[in-house]
């Protein structure tokens, strides 16, 4: 009866169509909680857990945005040593470009990245999953991190000095683990170590490559101070 086969075909039709909705919706919900990759993925930002690298990249993005939110720039080392800390210098981010850990705002749910983390609770270290923010570039995220500080629950940007300032990350509950402070302080006074160990403006203006045929060993040379891989180019501000 070509009735019934039209029925069976509809219904066969019918089927197909919500077992491929349902396969979509599936593999989009779990596709949230699949891990992903934790290393920043651009190629003009590949640190690869390089310290300096870190710090020549991240530097000078602070130091810019927060001279332009009328910020002391002072407080690029501390940003810096945060981003270090949360993300071991670049290696494992919770979402693209995101160094900090910062999670979505309850208005952004759904656009980030669902990554599995770990927090403390009475002390104690506990797996989670949240929803971390996805940035454009590491200078997009910057200036996220620098506003995010700035909220009323941290205000850090208006506190006298970098340790007061830690201070009031760690009372505004930036992080659960109990020992952040001090984590925080050693990873501000590695940096602080790598900063005064870079080229200033005025050396790299000084800058004079060796003559290629003069010496097998690369080295640049600024200010009569030997520095072997030195980039004239250097985007420090």
Known sequence: DDRVDRVVDNSVELYDKAKTKAEETWNDFTSKFKPRSRRASSASFNPNGDNTAFVKTMLPAYQTILAEKGFDPKFSTLLVAQD???????KRVTGTFNFGGIKVDRKDKGKGSMVATTEYENG??????????????PEHYAEYHVNFLNRDRYKAFGADSISSAIDRIVKGGYATDPR??????????TVTNIVSNLPTEAELTNFTPIDEGSSSDQTAIVSGTENSGLSPTLPLS
Request: net charge negative.
């Open 84 to 90: 270090a800390l949360e993300s071991g210098w670049g």
């Open 124 to 137: 104690v270290k506990v797996p989670k999953v949240h929803e971390f923010v996805n940035f454009d570039s």
């Open 180 to 189: 952040y402070k001090d984590s925080l302080s050693n990873v501000v006074d």
